[in-house]
């Protein structure tokens, strides 16, 4: 009777802990939730990024974001069409589908346009430059029968890198508790906000331990931008990136010599706020380590292949100030986030790059891009010309074999 009642006691002190840590657990969530508002709802899984949803539908076999589930393309709904490849920044990482800076660009071009032009972005979170060029290849030959009007590249700084997004991937390998406990974390732990202020207080303990010396500090200097960098230490595998990277901008500059291409940069936080007055990161990468100027390098590639370099980055910057002398510094991305813009950033990122990209699409340009209205018509008359000097050279040749008849009579 006593070990009965020993075991009962054991069982309802195990329910009493037990309930007594879950509320503990529940009071530390709501005070963390009432602190810490802006790091509620960070829930990322295979349908949501930042808690907003995204759906996919595939086009011509490759996965591509749409605007809601079951959406069929109209690939037929217009001959003219914009290629835009890129990563999470192009795929709308955090954003609705509505918000992302090229649906912004379409909104534009349907209200001003008699001769409207759809945009096609087959971008998926992770993608690099290798993964781009591919796209656009493949794209290239699906519109083959109808007008490339321009090709833009949104580059981002950790586009730099050794390997194809798919071998990254690839080269993590876990095991299946390691899997397990990762699919937990994203289904379960990811909701609380107690454990996000946890984990984020913990990697700033950790990053203020980091070593002074960028050689002893590795690709913890910069982290996934090491390679456009050039981080000390990185300096020769950075430097044969870049040159691949101009190699393969040219291959596609040479595969559609009279389509404009665009690279645009889209900027990191530091970028626009390098004091971080408006936007906390964990991770505030070590520049001064850096050997490699990726803007310079950017700018050398576009003018060696003719093509225009969209750099909104002082503007946003300029704006970025404007707000903290108001005293209402501007959030432009995502809070401990260095690369994804928020609504606010998206739209600022729009505006500048639409402006940017209608001058470029309007440009003549006589060595490479679209023809433009101008263009063609120089074009044309160049034609005509050549015409009428062939035409002046049958006739010469046509009066010399007279001549030469005439002669060979008498």
Same mark, same amino acid.
């Given at each position: 009777?006593?070990?009965?009642?020993?075991?009962?006691?054991?069982?309802?002190?195990?329910?009493?802990?037990?309930?007594?840590?879950?509320?503990?657990?529940?009071?530390?969530?709501?005070?963390?939730?009432?602190?810490?508002?802006?790091?509620?709802?960070?829930?990322?899984?295979?349908?949501?990024?930042?808690?907003?949803?995204?759906?996919?539908?595939?086009?011509?076999?490759?996965?591509?974001?749409?605007?809601?589930?079951?959406?069929?393309?109209?690939?037929?709904?217009?001959?003219?069409?914009?290629?835009?490849?890129?990563?999470?920044?192009?795929?709308?990482?955090?954003?609705?589908?509505?918000?992302?800076?090229?649906?912004?660009?379409?909104?534009?071009?349907?209200?001003?346009?008699?001769?409207?032009?759809?945009?096609?972005?087959?971008?998926?979170?992770?993608?690099?430059?290798?993964?781009?060029?591919?796209?656009?290849?493949?794209?290239?030959?699906?519109?083959?029968?109808?007008?490339?009007?321009?090709?833009?590249?949104?580059?981002?700084?950790?586009?730099?890198?050794?390997?194809?997004?798919?071998?990254?991937?690839?080269?993590?390998?876990?095991?299946?508790?390691?899997?397990?406990?990762?699919?937990?974390?994203?289904?379960?732990?990811?909701?609380?906000?107690?454990?996000?202020?946890?984990?984020?207080?913990?990697?700033?303990?950790?990053?203020?331990?980091?070593?002074?010396?960028?050689?002893?500090?590795?690709?913890?200097?910069?982290?996934?931008?090491?390679?456009?960098?050039?981080?000390?230490?990185?300096?020769?595998?950075?430097?044969?990136?870049?040159?691949?990277?101009?190699?393969?901008?040219?291959?596609?500059?040479?595969?559609?010599?009279?389509?404009?291409?665009?690279?645009?940069?889209?900027?990191?936080?530091?970028?626009?706020?390098?004091?971080?007055?408006?936007?906390?990161?964990?991770?505030?990468?070590?520049?001064?380590?850096?050997?490699?100027?990726?803007?310079?390098?950017?700018?050398?590639?576009?003018?060696?292949?003719?093509?225009?370099?969209?750099?909104?980055?002082?503007?946003?910057?300029?704006?970025?100030?404007?707000?903290?002398?108001?005293?209402?510094?501007?959030?432009?991305?995502?809070?401990?986030?260095?690369?994804?813009?928020?609504?606010?950033?998206?739209?600022?990122?729009?505006?500048?790059?639409?402006?940017? !990209?209608? %001058? *470029? &699409? /309007?440009?003549?340009?006589?060595?490479? $891009? #679209? +023809? @433009?209205?101008?263009?063609?018509?120089?074009?044309?008359?160049?034609?005509?010309?050549?015409?009428?000097?062939?035409?002046? !050279?049958? %006739? *010469? &040749? /046509?009066?010399?074999?007279?001549?030469? $008849? #005439? +002669? @060979?009579?008498?």
């Amino acid at each position: 009777m006593g070990e009965r009642l020993s075991a009962r006691k054991k069982l309802l002190l195990s329910a009493m802990l037990f309930a007594c840590a879950l509320i503990s657990f529940g009071a530390i969530e709501l005070v963390a939730r009432a602190l810490f508002p802006q790091m509620a709802g960070h829930i990322v899984s295979s349908t949501k990024t930042r808690n907003k949803n995204f759906h996919l539908e595939p086009f011509s076999g490759v996965k591509m974001r749409v605007p809601q589930p079951d959406y069929e393309f109209d690939a037929e709904s217009t001959q003219r069409v914009l290629l835009v490849m890129g990563d999470s920044i192009t795929f709308g990482f955090g954003l609705a589908y509505q918000d992302i800076y090229w649906q912004r660009w379409q909104r534009v071009f349907d209200l001003r346009s008699d001769d409207p032009i759809q945009i096609i972005s087959p971008a998926y979170m992770g993608n690099n430059f290798s993964n781009n060029t591919e796209s656009i290849r493949q794209f290239i030959d699906l519109f083959a029968d109808r007008e490339i009007v321009g090709i833009v590249y949104q580059f981002n700084f950790n586009d730099i890198l050794p390997l194809r997004a798919e071998a990254i991937r690839d080269a993590v390998h876990l095991t299946p508790v390691q899997q397990s406990l990762m699919a937990f974390r994203v289904k379960y732990l990811n909701l609380s906000v107690a454990q996000k202020v946890a984990a984020h207080y913990l990697n700033r303990v950790r990053h203020s331990l980091r070593p002074e010396d960028c050689n002893d500090l590795g690709v913890n200097a910069l982290g996934e931008y090491t390679y456009a960098y050039g981080a000390k230490g990185f300096e020769e595998v950075s430097t044969k990136l870049w040159q691949s990277f101009d190699e393969k901008v040219t291959e596609i500059h040479d595969i559609v010599p009279r389509t404009p291409f665009f690279i645009l940069v889209s900027p990191l936080s530091p970028h626009i706020d390098p004091h971080y007055q408006g936007n906390y990161s964990t991770f505030q990468p070590r520049f001064d380590c850096a050997t490699i100027d990726p803007i310079e390098q950017l700018t050398r590639v576009a003018k060696a292949n003719d093509i225009d370099l969209i750099d909104p980055t002082d503007y946003m910057a300029q704006i970025f100030q404007s707000s903290v002398a108001e005293h209402n510094p501007a959030q432009m991305y995502f809070f401990n986030d260095l690369n994804h813009f928020n609504e606010m950033g998206a739209s600022y990122f729009a505006e500048f790059s639409m402006q940017k !990209l209608t %001058e *470029g &699409l /309007a440009r003549e340009k006589p060595t490479g $891009g #679209l +023809a @433009s209205e101008e263009f063609a018509e120089e074009l044309a008359r160049e034609d005509l010309a050549e015409g009428r000097a062939k035409g002046e !050279l049958a %006739e *010469g &040749l /046509a009066k010399g074999e007279l001549a030469e $008849g #005439l +002669a @060979s009579a008498h």
